[in-house]
């Protein structure tokens, strides 16, 4: 792109554009210097630059607003498949995507009296307000307009004051349809764009397949009796991670976001109580949804699955899913149905998970197990919990109208059968009965990361390695209290949850709270659950000496934030962005294998890998979408480390040398993947 520095001598031709500071046409897009190397996937495939006020067409691709108007008054089809296409069927892609784009890094325009870099979304007021470049060519360009001119009048400087900065475009609905990750991880010429699809392959059969993301965004109100009442949700992400934005990665059960029921785990968080969260710090994040108060408005992005693809699909799915009427008649008003309900914290919506043998519903013969209530007397149940199901019944006086959406052939396991489906439920019974809680099977797939997985520390986190040597009288406490233990789900090494101001180790000084316990008199204390480590440190307390050995994680660009806060009755855990700092070495793999169909997408996308900018920085799963094979599986959770796939380490990898790795596995790929507890909020 040209140096408008360089061509002072071509003001005549035209002005520069206010808003980006170059020269083009009116009709054309605003030009740009990129600081770092654009993702394939942010480009347009008319222009060949990173998207301007993106929009999607329904066969899956995305294009600037410009370019595709353009392009529409000449042709009727798509520039990528040639398939028929008109400009009033297209739309604005997520905010998500906006956003993104809005982040990239560009410099200033006037390289020899500025070079000053900044965000694309900043450029404008800072050639307005900051940049002496453009101060000068201002005053130059007022000064060439004073002499009385014979010919045309000059052009308005502000060259697109009538171009809006967000393009409004007749839709259907109000569902924002693109990729609503900031990992768009294929090309837009795939299957499903954003998300890793290694089956798709194009072909003239396979392109009628192409689907796009529908996502929405929404606000929630929460309400709390209690004010410092944890709303019981773990967060992961964060600007200062490669997640960038924050997401819900789990919805604690029997809490109060479970109860409400409209938040669930993948939802991106964009504001709290009005402040906009999508480029904070993970640590700012927290303290906001840690702020207590009687009411919270969340606003949040939310992935609802694939939009319809072929046809033949839709007359598939619509003969599949038929929507049923049932009407059951209670002799009195305290009748139990005999029906369970439940409501997966994965998926919207409540379930029938089971009817109990003799009782009304099974006697009808009308309902199934995994109908999905849609609604019950009239009352709207799609974003329902079973407690509200539950009162609306034991409310209505004989006749309980049923509204249920069916699929033939898919049934919920019994709660015995499966620790995995029952794990992620709650359920509650017709007649009000409390929630159902089921056995959770071991999962026997973890191991020590192997040392062709390990990695070096993360940019910003340095460990410290402590030696704690005590003389102690042999009654006398160590005054600590533990977490964690290769026992719990995330498999996490032992740490200190507290420092009682009693007992050897608070006079010390030396151990902290959230320091890794290694090993005490020589004892390894890091493959040990939690039961067994509480043996093992009372069993050496008792002596006259101990010799505690422990690593304490600093991170130099963030702090914690229940440091600065008081507890309120959160049990203290470190955060997420913590656990991101812990040596290769003391972690817990899993695999995770997982299988689909030819045209299926494996339903998640990533974020990471190498930059040159920011060097090596781990692969995350940033968004698993409902309905797909990742999804389905349960174990792939949002903030999870890919560390290898079928066995090939992922560390030093690019974005794109990951990408091909992946596509190449058509039915079945295993990932190795590194999983942390989001943070408590």
């Not at 060439?144 to 259907?172: H, L």
Request: charged share 25%; hydrophobic share 35%.
């Amino acid at each position: 792109m040209a140096d408008p520095a360089a061509e002072e001598h071509g003001y005549q031709a035209g002005e520069l554009c206010c808003e980006c500071g170059q020269f083009h046409l009116l009709p054309d897009n605003h030009l740009y210097n990129f600081q770092d190397e654009v993702d394939d996937e942010l480009i347009c495939h008319i222009c060949l630059q990173p998207l301007l006020q993106p929009m999607d067409t329904p066969c899956g691709h995305t294009y600037c607003f410009k370019c595709l108007e353009n392009f529409m008054q000449e042709y009727n089809f798509c520039p990528m498949d040639r398939k028929k296409l008109s400009f009033q069927q297209c739309h604005k892609s997520s905010l998500l995507v906006r956003n993104l784009l809005d982040k990239l890094v560009v410099s200033c325009p006037f390289k020899a009296e500025c070079q000053q870099t900044m965000q694309r979304c900043e450029l404008e007021a800072h050639l307005q307000n900051r940049c002496p470049g453009f101060k000068k060519y201002k005053s130059e360009l007022q000064r060439k307009k004073n002499p009385v001119s014979k010919g045309k009048e000059d052009p308005p400087v502000k060259v697109e004051t009538n171009t809006p900065k967000d393009p409004e475009v007749p839709s259907a609905g109000s569902s924002l349809v693109a990729e609503s990750s900031a990992a768009a991880v294929v090309s837009l010429g795939t299957a499903e764009p954003g998300l890793v699809n290694p089956a798709f392959e194009e072909t003239e059969e396979d392109l009628p397949q192409r689907a796009s993301l529908v996502a929405e965004t929404s606000t929630i109100e929460i309400h709390r009796e209690d004010p410092e009442e944890e709303l019981g949700m773990r967060i992961v992400g964060g600007k200062d991670t490669p997640l960038g934005n924050i997401v819900v990665q789990e919805v604690l059960r029997d809490s109060l976001i479970a109860a409400d029921g409209r938040i669930a785990p993948g939802d991106h968080i964009l504001e709290v109580n009005g402040v906009n969260i999508s480029s904070v710090t993970h640590c700012q994040a927290v303290s906001f949804l840690r702020h207590p108060g009687p009411i919270l408005h969340l606003m949040v992005l939310q992935e609802k699955g694939f939009s319809n693809k072929t046809a033949q699909q839709d007359s598939t799915s619509a003969t599949n899913r038929e929507v049923i009427h049932v009407t059951l008649v209670k002799r009195d008003r305290s009748e139990p149905l005999g029906i369970k309900l439940i409501r997966k914290t994965d998926e919207a919506g409540i379930f029938i998970l089971d009817l109990l043998e003799g009782g009304l519903a099974a006697k009808n013969g009308k309902l199934s197990r995994n109908d999905r209530v849609l609604s019950i007397n009239g009352q709207d149940l799609r974003q329902g919990t079973p407690e509200t199901a539950a009162q609306i019944i034991q409310t209505s006086e004989s006749r309980v109208n049923f509204v249920v959406l069916r699929q033939p052939g898919v049934q919920l396991l019994d709660p015995g059968e499966d620790g995995s489906t029952s794990n992620n439920s709650s359920s509650s019974s017709s007649n009000g009965g409390s929630p159902v809680h089921h056995r959770r099977r071991l999962d026997q797939n973890h191991y020590r990361r192997k040392s062709t997985y390990q990695k070096d520390l993360p940019q910003g986190y340095v460990t410290h390695e402590k030696t704690v040597a005590i003389k102690k009288e042999p009654k006398e406490s160590l005054g600590i209290t533990i977490g964690g233990g290769r026992d719990n789900k995330n498999k996490l090494p032992i740490y200190v949850t507290s420092v009682q101001p009693i007992g050897c180790l608070f006079r010390d000084g030396k151990i902290k709270r959230g320091d890794i316990l290694l090993s005490i008199n020589g004892i390894d204390l890091t493959h040990l659950n939690y039961y067994e480590a509480v043996s093992a440190l009372k069993s050496n307390a008792a002596s006259h000496s101990v010799v505690l050995k422990a690593l304490e994680i600093l991170a130099s660009d963030s702090t914690d934030p229940s440091l600065d806060i008081k507890e309120r009755g959160f049990s203290w855990s470190p955060l997420w962005i913590t656990w991101l700092g812990l040596p290769s070495y003391l972690h817990c793999c899993q695999d995770i294998v997982l299988s689909k169909g030819n045209l299926e997408s494996w339903g998640f996308s990533i974020v990471g890998g190498f930059e040159e900018s920011k060097g090596n920085q781990p692969f995350f799963i940033k968004t698993i979408v409902p309905g797909t094979p990742a999804f389905r599986d349960r174990r792939l959770k949002c903030g999870d480390e890919i560390v290898a796939v079928n066995g090939v380490p992922a560390i030093g990898m690019s974005n794109s040398e990951l990408i091909p790795m992946l596509k190449e596995q058509r039915n079945k790929v295993t990932l190795t993947v590194v999983s942390w507890p989001g943070s408590l909020v």
